[in-house]
């Protein structure tokens, strides 16, 4: 299996700041994924970030609002941008990895994203 | 949207007893993936099953897919207070591009 750290696990962050999330692979992926969690909900994919091209943004997502890096293969960052309390939510990145002959997707612990 | 959805949203049973949960998806599908998530920490795979299954074991876990309904359960067995968590599944999409889609989830409460 893949695993994957995240930083930071949290933080509390004012309104109209800007925070950069930073994950990490242990091996070499292909595809990284970030999503946002919001409080009770299910998870909802931002973008799909590969290595050496352009995140493929969502329906709703914006490169303004959370530009994102792929420098290699194992590290990726999300930036959420001029925040708002709407983006408190968890952050998770994930990978696509195949383990025993399938393809899952792994996730990281997720960044907990307050803002006031 | 093309969330699944799933249900119950909320579950509390006690210890011993089984669980079940369902998960009904809207578009055709190559495999569909069970999750289970801590206290709103990161998701952990469970089970993953193939469009051309119909049933799949691991442990306490039994998983089930009909794709003429569209729809899965997952059933843990004889359940415990560590398995008190929200449960997510998720459907693969590859046509066009590779992507999940995540169903809105089934919180568990496990009562000692």
């Known amino acids: 299996s893949a695993v994957i750290s995240q930083k930071p696990s949290r933080d509390i962050c004012q309104r109209g700041t800007s925070l950069t999330i930073q994950c990490q692979v242990d091996s070499q992926v292909t595809m990284m994924f970030w999503y946002r969690q919001q409080p009770g909900q299910s998870l909802t994919l931002i973008a799909t970030?590969?290595?050496?091209?352009?995140?493929?943004?969502e329906s709703g997502f914006v490169i303004d609002k959370f530009p994102i890096s792929r420098p290699n293969l194992t590290f990726s960052t999300l930036t959420v941008s001029n925040m708002s309390p709407e983006d408190s939510s968890i952050y998770l990145c994930s990978v696509k990895y195949r383990d025993r002959n399938q393809e899952t997707q792994y996730f990281g612990p997720g960044t907990r994203l307050l803002v006031l | 949207s093309q969330q699944g959805e799933e249900d119950p949203q909320a579950l509390s049973i006690q210890e011993g007893e089984n669980a079940t949960m369902n998960c009904s998806y809207k578009t055709s599908i190559n495999n569909l993936q069970w999750y289970r998530q801590n206290s709103g920490r990161g998701l952990v795979h469970l089970i993953l099953i193939r469009s051309n299954e119909r049933e799949k074991h691991s442990g306490r876990l039994r998983v089930t897919l009909d794709t003429s309904k569209k729809s899965s359960s997952l059933l843990i067995t004889a359940s415990r207070a560590a398995d008190t968590a929200s449960y997510f599944c998720?459907?693969?999409?590859?046509?066009?591009?590779?992507?999940?889609?995540f169903g809105t989830g089934t919180r568990l409460k496990v009562l000692a």
């Open positions: 998720a459907t693969v999409i590859t046509s066009g591009t590779y992507k999940y889609i």
């Open positions: 970030a590969n290595q050496g091209s352009e995140a493929t943004y």
